[in-house]
């Protein structure tokens, strides 16, 4: 048995042997299943989930029961529920447990995944579902890096590009943008100030009833020379990547004209690395006019291929999930390496109609790779918003399993590649 573990408001987790840890699969309850739990992996973290009580299961009566105070003082002391925040590459199988009161303030935008205690190692609800060291943790936030910030600042002192990606690099420890100044694998560009959808787990925009977004977003629109500056600077060698579609930005297809333009100024430039959009490809007319200038390959966002679930996340302005469909189809005839940002919610996205809509939209859509996402929301916020499930919940393990198996051509993973050709 996995032990309960909680947090104390000072920020300290203890653990409740008495209790075994519980996990959670939309809305149900359930005990771990000893095939998904794995070591706490290096690049992981705990965190506290405020406000939130743990919730145990008793081993003699197999009842899940709350934890409401602290069995170790004699005092008031609040605790809460932990979670386990995972590093790319790995994908959650379970919610935490823990019961939420009426009065709860949404929770910030993380990824909060099932953990417990046992033979005093953490272990986690979770698969390694990809392996690349360009994410590795230990290659970013170096000793180094502000002052490779401060040079390019330097040498580019005119280009606002530059200056908003050194704040999402220093402040909000951006992989994609540290990269630009490391001058490295999959770099971020953004370019976009507007959305054609309004998601109810936005990072760089949301309305105040939802919850507190994690950044800003972008409030200028770059100019093409700024946009080719960067990204001929960053396109030094045949497995670089500059990407379009940052979390600091809007829909970048909205900016079709202008990233057009700019694809075809920086093929002219250099034919190495590759030039990626990250998109939720509802603007069909944007997204043709950017893969006819020489896009390399795309990336599209996809929380459900079945309206509803898709319709309640992305809240969609002007567009709809054929136009999603119409997109991914013109670019996979065109060329273009294509791949799903799936983002992913244990008790939703392994729903058994979710799984059969999946299989039939990769296959119509000619998609050659699913990037597995864990979808970063307070659990109740977005359970609240999604229709309930009209099948069985088959669990992300089974999930997995059935993709890969009904799937065998399409690759799983969790990180962009650069196109086939280039690698």
């Known amino acids: 048995m996995y032990s309960l573990l909680f947090a104390t408001e000072k920020g300290e987790v203890l653990d409740y042997p008495e209790l075994g840890m519980t996990g959670r699969l939309g809305d149900q309850w359930v005990e771990p299943l000893e095939e998904e739990m794995i070591p706490l992996p290096a690049g992981a973290s705990l965190t506290m989930v405020p406000g939130r009580l743990p919730l145990g299961l008793n081993p003699s009566s197999g009842d899940f029961e709350p934890l409401p105070f602290n069995p170790y003082t004699t005092g008031e002391e609040k605790i809460w529920a932990v979670a386990a925040l ?7 199988t379970l919610l935490p447990g823990y019961v939420t009161p009426q009065d709860a303030k949404p929770l910030p935008l993380l990824g909060y995944t099932a953990v417990g205690l046992k033979d005093d190692k953490f272990y986690i609800a979770a698969v390694k579902s990809d392996e690349d060291d360009w994410w590795n943790p230990r290659h970013y936030n170096t000793a180094d890096l502000e002052e490779l ?27 994609t943008a540290q990269n630009i100044f490391y001058g490295r694998y999959e770099g971020g560009l953004p370019t976009s100030p507007t959305c054609n959808a309004n998601c109810l787990g936005c990072i760089s925009l949301q309305p105040a009833e939802c919850c507190p977004s994690p950044q800003s977003r972008i409030d200028f629109i770059p100019e093409v020379k700024d946009i080719v500056e960067v990204a001929v600077e960053h396109l030094q060698n045949p497995t670089s990547i500059i990407s379009f579609g940052q979390g600091c930005e809007g829909e970048p297809a909205l900016q079709g004209n202008r990233l057009a333009q700019a694809v075809r100024e920086v093929r002219k430039a250099t034919s190495l690395g590759t030039i990626n959009i990250n998109t939720n490809a509802g603007y069909y007319e944007g997204i043709k006019k950017i893969v006819d200038a020489g896009l390399d390959t795309m990336r599209v966002s996809l929380i459900s291929p079945r309206e ?38 244990p008790g939703v996205t392994d729903r058994e109609e979710e799984v059969e809509a999946l299989l039939q939209f990769v296959e119509e859509n000619q998609v050659k790779l699913i990037q597995i996402r864990n979808l970063n929301i307070d659990p109740d916020v977005y359970l609240k918003a999604v229709p309930p499930a009209k099948g069985e919940v088959l669990g992300i393990t089974q999930f997995l399993e059935i993709i890969k ?9 969790n990180y962009s590649k650069p196109k086939p050709s280039a690698t």
């Open 86 to 92: 995972l590093p790319q590459g790995y994908t959650r």
């Open 149 to 175: 910030v401060e040079a390019k600042l330097k040498k580019y002192e005119t280009n606002p590009i530059y200056r908003q990606l050194a704040k999402c690099a220093l402040e909000y420890s951006c992989f």
């Open 308 to 345: 509803d679930i898709y319709n309640s996340y992305y809240r969609p302005k002007g567009y709809s999930l054929k136009d999603v469909s119409s997109s991914l189809r013109y670019a996979a005839e065109k060329g273009v390496y294509t791949s799903l940002n799936l983002l992913t919610f």
């Open 405 to 413: 198996a009904e799937l065998p051509e399409v690759q799983i993973g």
